[in-house]
């Protein structure tokens, strides 16, 4: 049954596109920088943007899509403020944890392209998210002690 194992496949990426919305929204309240605030603010609503569609694949699939984020995520966020509270260049933390979390998110990302039941269609658009994700990445790296 490919479609049903399909569907499992995007509410793991819907998931993952819940916790990196709130993630980020947290982000933006935490850094300092009105530029990475804005940033930050910038990249939520993409991410709430493919979640949007995330769950609209998986109803026409015939599913429910769970639109709460996980409880990892939860832990994740709790880690940020934690950090955010212990060192003085909490920009840096808030970055180094957006870089964990979006590596999360490509190896969720990758796993639902490499599951055999993925449905083409899915595909294009799950190739195009493990691009952005990577964007993304590179960005936060190269940003991380400036």
């Known amino acids: 049954m490919p479609q049903a194992s399909d569907a499992a ?7 993952r596109y819940v916790d990196s919305r709130d993630g980020y ?7 300092p920088q ?3 605030t ?16 995330m769950a609209g694949l998986i109803q026409e699939q015939g599913a429910k899509p769970d ?14 403020r934690l950090r955010d509270k212990m060192t003085d260049q909490e ?5 180094s944890e957006c870089v964990r979390g979006e590596d999360e998110l490509e190896r969720t990302l990758q796993a639902a392209l490499e599951d055999e039941h993925t449905l083409p269609e899915h595909r294009e658009i799950l190739t ?3 691009a952005e994700v990577r964007l993304a990445k590179q960005a936060f790296e190269s940003a991380v002690g400036h």
Do not use: M, N, P, Y
């Not at 639109?67 to 940020?80: L, T």
């Open 9 to 15: 496949r995007l509410q793991d990426v819907l998931t």
């Open 67 to 80: 639109e709460d984020g996980s409880i990892e995520a939860g832990v994740h966020r709790w880690w940020i």
């Open 34 to 36: 009105q530029g990475l």
């Open 91 to 95: 920009s840096d933390a808030i970055l």
């Open 25 to 31: 929204l947290q982000a933006a309240k935490l850094v």
């Open 128 to 130: 195009d998210a493990v």
């Open 38 to 53: 804005e940033s930050f603010e910038l990249i939520a609503q993409r991410r709430d943007l493919i979640a949007s569609r």
